[in-house]
């Protein structure tokens, strides 16, 4: 059973930082890529960011480049979110999620991710 657990998440000054995790497991990760959305209130699930597992291949939304930086541990099966220069309108809540598209661009919808993680809460205030 394939599992990502995130954490990471919690309240933050506009312009601060905060790193999210994600621990992955249940299976071999080759072939597959991790990518982290975002859920705001009354809003549709929107893309942040993704990694090749195998490659390192990166695609970034508009809106986080220059600011988030995601990186992978393969050795410890976990993916990293770093999230800085954070704003307000960063605040939502960010789930991780598997996806067998390996290096890949991921469809911005999500659809392609069947694995996801239960969220993890991050505010930014102002």
């Known amino acids: 059973q394939v599992q990502s657990v995130e954490s990471g998440g919690g309240l933050v000054q506009a312009g601060g930082s905060l790193r999210l995790s994600c621990a992955a497991s249940g299976r071999t990760f080759s072939g597959y890529a991790m990518g982290w959305f975002r859920h705001f209130p009354r809003k549709e699930r929107e893309f942040v960011v993704s990694i090749s597992w195998n490659s390192g291949t990166t695609y970034y939304a508009d809106s986080v480049k220059g600011r988030f930086t995601i990186s992978r541990d393969k050795a410890k099966n976990l993916v990293y979110l770093q999230m800085n220069s954070l704003k307000p309108e960063d605040t939502a809540v960010y789930y991780c999620?598997?996806?067998?598209?390996?290096?890949?661009?991921?469809?911005?919808?999500?659809?392609?991710?069947?694995?996801w993680g239960q969220g993890t809460q991050v505010t930014v205030s102002s």
């Open positions: 999620a598997v996806a067998p598209i390996g290096g890949r661009k991921p469809a911005n919808n999500g659809q392609e991710f069947n694995y």
